[in-house]
């Protein structure tokens, strides 16, 4: 079955720098990757996601690539704010196959 | 509110009773799934619904787990003889083809087994 491994684990940022968050999966047939933002308490909401066939999406501060061949795909947040605070996941899937695999996540703290 | 609900949002129980919990997805999606999130760790699939067949459970499903989805609509997930390790959130959400396959979650079950 499909493994994803996120890295890294916690991250701390100044406000206004990037964040940059990488996961890996084993899959060769995964091609959805989405990445949802959790925070404490509430329900994991979806921010971006891209698809194989493209290998970059953008939406205002946030974009997400995508390396097929390599098989890793990285969230990058741009001018962090601090409600940026919050524990993130990638995850795989297929068509056909929809259940999503979620890495272990990465809690994102953003210094004032 | 039209996103997906969840009933009952807390649940304590005392270890070998049954439980059942019930999800309410979007209401033109046709695909419902159940995952488990323990803290600290992503979500984990459980099973999969599309309309109301059953398409997939996890290994992590033990005999002990039952999921029923009759009308294609809501969903239950009913545990027999609770355990201490089935402390977690269960997590349901749901997602339309027409959508991208984009799944959408409730806001979670939280079993606290004594």
């Known amino acids: 079955g499909e493994n994803v491994e996120q890295h890294p684990s916690t991250l701390s940022v100044q406000e206004g720098d990037s964040a940059v968050i990488k996961c890996t999966y084993s899959d060769s047939a995964s091609n959805y990757f989405p990445w949802y933002k959790q925070e404490l308490g509430k329900r994991p909401q979806l921010i971006i996601d891209i698809r194989s066939n493209v290998g970059e999406k953008k939406d205002q501060r946030i974009a997400v690539t995508l390396n097929k061949t390599a098989k890793h795909f990285s969230l990058h947040i741009t001018e962090t704010q601090p409600e940026d605070s919050a524990v993130y996941f990638c995850?795989?899937?297929?068509?056909?196959?929809?259940?999503?695999?979620f890495g272990t996540g990465t809690r994102l703290t953003i210094i004032p | 509110d039209t996103g997906v609900s969840q009933d009952p949002r807390h649940k304590i129980t005392k270890r070998g009773q049954n439980v059942t919990f019930r999800c309410d997805p979007i209401s033109e999606h046709n695909r419902l799934y159940w995952y488990r999130q323990t803290l600290g760790q992503g979500p984990e699939f459980l099973t999969y619904?599309?309309?109301?067949?059953?398409?997939?459970k996890s290994r992590l499903l033990s005999d002990r787990f039952s999921a029923e989805r009759p009308k294609g609509s809501f969903s239950t997930l009913e545990i027999q003889r609770t355990e201490q390790g089935d402390s977690a959130m269960y997590l349901c959400?749901?997602?339309?083809?027409?959508?991208?396959?984009?799944?959408?979650f409730g806001p979670g079950t939280r079993l606290t087994v004594l």
């Open positions: 995850a795989a899937s297929y068509f056909g196959n929809e259940k999503l695999t």
């Open positions: 619904f599309q309309n109301e067949a059953q398409l997939e």
């Open positions: 959400a749901s997602s339309s083809p027409l959508g991208g396959n984009e799944q959408f």
